[in-house]
């Protein structure tokens, strides 16, 4: 114990420079008493580190060496330099397939929003148990099997599909509309997918918001319709724009949907990325478009941890 | 008030139920409508079937490849799960209870595969595992599988192991317990919902990955979604439906499963 005691003396902030003393970093170093100073200090400094290193190995191993090496052909394949970056935004074909996957993300996101707003507006005014409910509805879809899902729609959207018959039957239209493999398919199946993504965090927030804040706004004389877009709409903003943005981030790299519901017309950077890579082994060009992703994937992340504080260890560190 | 539906005036209310009502109809749709069709006797999938019938079943489980299919999951998500919670219980540990600098950055670091889209983890384990010569095998799968598991098992134990007060193992140490069996007989039962809802996380992760087990096929492995995924590009037959039918059916299974233990233990999950 009274080792314990001579280590707690030490300043935090002083350097720890022993060589070697990380290896000896341990759980449970505070038993021990302190025959090197300095040994003991890195111990502390780096204490429980130890944990991480098999899962470390794993990831550094099969994740981060891998994405290096990935981002890395993309400036070596087939020559040094930004040539495949240059194709990238100079080929018209390939241009297109960027702006689709942004056009693509952009609209998803957009329909998934309107979609995904009275849904969780809903579940935050009904009864709690209407209210869990529809939640498990949103659940049962986030967690269903996304290829599941994915066929049912093309089933769903075919020419010969329930939704272009029932249509005809209803006279509504008298040629099967053209719904899938094509822009239209790609954005019904993919705003499917994100509504749970938007209702989840919408809802928290809207839960959130101290009734009372509503009330004080139509006792001071605002209409409903103020109210709603003056007081709860400002207020819903963190849910919407953290919900909207990780979908917007989510949609840009989504493979499966739109390369089973969309057609060659309108490719998006994952499946250009697949082909790159499988049909014409064009690893040099697949790299500089992953990069991009994943550039374009981390800033807008980036953001969204800028909008949302909270972070899972740092609230842990208080112990 | 615009917040209280009684104050909302009846014809917005009623707008705002029905707009509910057809979204979550909506949700529900394709899910229920993909475990009617494997029910139907419709070759062509039509709807309403004319008649009901399990022959696609018949014809999904007397078919050796689907069979294989199924079991590859199987092993590739069991397997998957086991080293997913073998790698996250420490990280995790590390995270919750050691005192080092830039436990924030490894934080950020181990739920990285989180973010980064699958595509590019796809096509990045793909070029690793063919430079080893190791595509198509059990390996390249549950390593890939892993890799996007590892977030879901490490924040789940992260979760339980915040609520557990560290006091209490420390109580047993007092009283005579080695720091291990402190650990292994306090510790280890407190968090278990946690451990198991991060293990449920992992099966279902790898159950229905789609875009990696694609990468990482070879027409001698491959996994359910794979074999979905090969057949829907040739055509819409109703054995996929079924195949559909029981992916669903895990996957609900396993929720109900984590719905149960997030009752027993409100916040692990």
Known sequence: MAGQVKMAAI?????????????????????????????????????????LIPALLFLSLFFLAPLIGLLLRGVLEPTPGLGNYEQLFANSAYARVLFNTFAVGGL??????????????????????WGRWLLSIVLLSMWTSLLARTYSW???????????????????????????????????????????????????????IDPMVLQAGSICGASPWTNFFRVFLPLCRPGLFSGGLMVFV????????????GGAQNMMLPEFIVQQVQSFLNWGLASAAAALLIAITLALFYVYLKLQPESPVASSTAR | MLLSPNAMGLRLRIGLYLTTGAIAAFLLLPILFIVLLSFGSSQWLVFPPPGWTLKWYGQF???????????????????????????????????VRGKFPGREFFYALFT??????????????????????????LFSFVVSHVIVALPFTIISIINSLKLFDQSIEDAAVICGASRLQAVMKVTFPAIRPG?????????????????LSVMMASPTLQTLPVKMWTTLRQDLTPVIAVASTLLIGLSVLVMLIAAVLRRRNPASA
Not at chain 1, 155 to 168: D, E
Not at chain 2, 68 to 77: G, N
Request: glycine share 8%.
């Open chain 1, 108 to 129: 998803v996101t957009l329909i998934s929003l309107l979609l995904g707003f009275p849904l969780a507006w809903v579940i935050t005014l009904v009864p709690r148990g």
């Open chain 1, 154 to 208: 093309l089933v769903l959207l075919q020419a010969t599909g329930v939704i272009n018959k029932t249509l005809m039957a209803l006279g509504i239209i008298d040629q099967p509309l053209e719904m899938v493999h094509n822009l239209t398919g790609v954005v019904i199946g993919m705003s499917y997918i994100m509504i749970p993504f938007i209702v989840l965090p919408l809802q928290a927030t809207m839960a959130a």
């Open chain 1, 250 to 261: 989510m949609s840009l790299g989504y493979y499966v949907t739109p390369a089973l519901l």
């Open chain 2, 61 to 95: 489980f007397s078919n050796a490849d689907w069979m294989d299919a199924a079991l590859a999951s199987l092993k590739v998500a069991v397997l998957t799960t086991v080293c997913a919670v073998a790698l996250g219980l420490p990280t995790a540990f590390a995270l």
């Open chain 1, 11 to 51: 300043p935090p902030g002083s350097p720890a420079n022993a060589g070697g003393g990380a290896a000896r970093a341990s759980a449970g170093s505070d038993s021990k008493a302190a025959p090197m100073k300095r040994d003991n200090q890195t111990a502390l400094r780096w204490r429980g580190a130890r944990n």
């Open chain 2, 112 to 137: 990285l595969p989180m973010i980064v889209p699958l595509v590019i983890i796809a096509v990045a384990v793909y070029a690793l595992f063919l430079k080893l010569g190791y595509t198509g095998t």
């Open chain 2, 195 to 211: 451990m198991m809802a991060g293990a449920l996380f992992a099966f279902l992760v790898s159950w229905d990955e789609v875009v």
